[in-house]
């Protein structure tokens, strides 16, 4: 199998400001994905894709080939899965011969070229149309989750009723798409524009590898693992 690798980093982001090119441990944070994917030895080639020229440079810098992507796949409510689809579809148009797609956001940054290679290591044994990155979830944070009523009395109610109104060790374990890595069969993913379709693995990676850097507080966390990892 051939996979491409694509990082898609775009200039705009609402909750922080340029994150895809802020300073994290002494890096730019979208050098961390091209660094782990390079050093997976999986991918003939890295791609970012993106609308800026910035980015872009940073990018060449660390190693990776730039996909200049158009401005109108920038948007906030573009997917990733969109943007990969993008970039597959201009390199199979030169004869690439790609067949699968594997996607690593860049605010990811504590991912590794271990969990890279185990990623794909089990995408590949289970034969799996889609594969993506998974964190555990404390059981109290899903199955005891709550909600408001909607009959405008203001009370509240525990959102699956009372199913799940059992000691902790009995509830069933669930995990959360943490967005570190995913990876889809070209066909069935452009066809579903997204990575959930039906034949789909996960591969588990612990806590600590699966910040998603969306406000400052996970920078800040994320920089403070980073620091804690080189020492």
């Known amino acids: 199998m051939k996979p491409i690798c694509v990082i898609p980093a775009r200039r705009g982001s609402k ?29 003939d080639r890295v791609f970012v894709s993106t609308e800026d020229d910035e980015i872009g440079e940073i990018a ?15 948007d906030d409510l573009v997917s990733a899965t969109d943007v990969c689809i993008d970039l597959i579809n201009a390199q199979n148009a030169l004869g690439a011969g790609y067949d699968s797609i594997y996607c690593l956001q860049p605010s990811s940054p504590l991912r590794t070229a271990a969990d890279i290679c185990g990623a794909w290591e089990q995408f590949v ?3 799996a149309n889609y594969l993506v990155s998974v964190t555990f ?14 009959d405008g009395s203001g009370w509240w109610e525990m959102y ?10 009995l509830l069933p374990p669930v995990y959360r798409p943490n ?4 990876i889809g069969l070209i066909e069935p993913t ?10 789909l693995t996960m591969y588990e990676t612990p806590e600590d590898r699966s910040v998603h850097v969306a406000e400052q507080f996970d920078f800040d966390l994320a920089e ?8």
Do not use: C
């Open 15 to 43: 909750r922080l400001a340029l994150k895809n090119i802020l300073p994290l441990a002494g890096k730019p944070m979208v050098a961390y994905s091209i660094e782990a994917a390079l050093s997976s030895g999986l991918f």
């Open 60 to 74: 060449s810098r660390y190693g990776a080939t730039v996909h200049k992507r158009p401005v109108e796949l920038a």
């Open 125 to 127: 044994k289970t034969g």
């Open 137 to 150: 979830i404390d059981p109290h944070y899903f199955h005891w989750a709550i909600q408001q009523q909607n």
């Open 160 to 169: 699956f009723g009372d199913k799940y109104m059992i000691e902790r060790p």
């Open 179 to 182: 967005g570190s890595i995913k």
């Open 190 to 199: 452009i066809e579903r524009r997204n990575f959930f379709g039906p034949h």
């Open 224 to 231: 403070f693992l980073l620091s804690r990892r080189s020492k």
